[in-house]
């Protein structure tokens, strides 16, 4: 089993498996609230984050040392999350947020670079894979830049807020 470090440096900012504590829960909730419309467009778990229960849940559920799941700080800040959802002896599936405010700088493209690297070096995948919206063009830009290329459209695959909606299966493999 792979344990994952608590904490990564990526210079200016930092991945962070945080403490599971009433006071970050109430700042994952302040983050939520604030990007509640700007993350509802594609993620509808986000529905479901209105209580400091839930996002202690969320928290608690990234800090175990075998789950390669990291909230993204700046500085004191929460600005997104990136983790491994759902992961097997060959393959992983990456999902992950960011804050409206600290979109457009490239955070996101050098943190999938990263966990994809650990996906590859530490857990040993033969595959790593990202299930898009297939509206959802910023998120396909950030699979495209770190090498992920589109193996298709999932025609209403998943259901969003009750309306089918067509998804975009990304994949990344061992060389
Ligand atoms: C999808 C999401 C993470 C993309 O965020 P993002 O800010 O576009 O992605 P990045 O952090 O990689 O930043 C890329 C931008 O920074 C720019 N950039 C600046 N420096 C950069 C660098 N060193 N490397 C890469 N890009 C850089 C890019 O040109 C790009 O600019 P653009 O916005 O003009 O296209 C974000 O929009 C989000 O969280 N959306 C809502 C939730 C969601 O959809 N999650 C994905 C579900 S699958």
Redesign the pocket.
Known sequence: MVSFPRIIDMGDFRLVKLEPTAQNAERLLSVINA?RE??G???EWVDGYTTTDKTLANIEKSYCDDKCSYFIMEADDIV?KIGFVDTDDNMGEI??????G???????????NKLTEIGFADMRLQRIQ????KQ?I??A??AL?CGYECEGVLRKYFVLRGVPRDMKMFSKVAV
Not at 106 to 112: A, E, N, P, S
Not at 130 to 133: Q, R, V
């Open positions: 990007n700007f993350l467009e594609f993620l997104g999902s992950y947020w960011l804050a409206h600290f979109n457009g700088r490239g955070i996101m493209t050098r943190v999938l990202l299930t898009l919206d959802n910023r998120s830009a950030v830049r």
